[in-house]
């Protein structure tokens, strides 16, 4: 309580704030129902909308087809490919359907190793969704929303312009074993070579599936678009 040794005019500063309180409280109130209608609409028809998105992809894709190193080492840059995913596959309406991961390259080279399902690889990777809003990722690459993307981008061992939007010293590549994580991962990283920078577009088959990630940050049914520069593989 202020030191005030009138209780009266006490009283009298405190009615204005007590009339004022509810309308602060109506304000915030309002605040979070806004933000709770965002949050909902931004999932609004997400299924279709998923499963449009992939569509479109694979309308681009056509029947470029990767299914060996061979045809890893003829991919041209800037071209969508489609890889198969040997896992059986639904579409939301329960039939089976063929399941692929469509990736094109970004930066290629012809000397890297291809990392083995058993192995752990480094690398560099942001992950999108369908609206271009990131959910994970160690640098700033690119998104599901970047269609245009500035080829041929700038050699990364020399001094690159921002567009190419490579790495930087303050980013730190992350390990994982290639057998350990979403088959669309899976099954493209062994057919890249270290060194290799490509976009991968992953049907939520190949992904998080119906039900989403564990930690309920990825919805079901979100198909994922991932920038991926496959730094080496480690020990």
Sequence with gaps: MPNNSNPVIYNQMKRPFLLFLPFLLF???AFVACEEVEEAGKYDNW???NEAFIDSIKG?????IVASLEDAEKMEIGTLYAISVPTSGTGVNGTLRPQYVYCKKL???DSG???LFTEKVSVFYRG???????FDGNFDGFGATDREIPLPLSDPLSENSPESKWPTAFNSPSEFVVSKVIAGWTW??????????????IPWQSGYGASGSSSGDIPGYTSLTFDVCLEGIAD
């Design 47 to 49: 299924v279709p909308r």
């Design 60 to 64: 681009k894709t056509g029947d470029n």
């Design 188 to 201: 493209a990283l062994q057919y890249m070579r270290v060194g290799e920078r490509w976009m991968l577009y």
């Design 107 to 109: 930066w290629k080279t």
């Design 128 to 134: 999108t969704f369908i609206t271009g809003e990131e």
């Design 27 to 29: 304000i915030a109130g």
């Design 113 to 115: 190793a291809y990392p």
